[in-house]
Nanobody, 121 residues
Framework: QVQLVESGGGLVQPGGSLRLSCAAS????????MAWYRQAPGQRRELVAA???????NYADSVKDRFTVSRDTVKNTLYLQMNSLKPDDTAVYYC???????????????WGKGTLVTVSS
């Protein structure tokens, strides 16, 4: 059974930082590409950052140079380091396990329940 559990969300002021974590079951983490998505109120869910099992990354243009995705294979945990946060980053952030094909990430139906990030003064 695949399990993805996100944590680390909260309230932060503009310009601040947060680090999100996603604890994954071993079978998913070792064989899949992983990604972070987010969904703001009234908006569609969007891909934020993706990481292949080989270490390749993709980022949404809106978060490039501010967010960094990484993984700890010993802890089976995916991270999202978020710096220089903006109010537009406010959303529920979800962890996903998927596949990496031709430099692009494709999600599979493995989702966590999400963690809320609120950027506000």
């Amino acid at each position: 059974q695949v399990q993805l559990v996100e944590s680390g969300g909260g309230l932060v002021q503009p310009g601040g930082s947060l680090r999100l974590s996603c604890a994954a079951s071993g079978s998913v983490f070792s064989s899949n590409a992983m990604a972070w998505y987010r969904q703001a109120p009234g908006q569609r869910r969007e891909l934020v950052a993706a990481l292949s099992s080989g270490g390749d990354t993709n980022y949404a243009d809106s978060v490039k140079d501010r967010f960094t995705v990484s993984r700890d294979t010993v802890k089976n945990t995916l991270y999202l380091q978020m710096n220089s946060l903006k109010p537009d980053d406010t959303a529920v952030y979800y962890c996903n396990a998927g596949i990496w094909v031709g430099g692009d990430y494709y999600d599979m139906d493995y989702w966590g329940k999400g963690t809320l990030v609120t950027v506000s003064s």
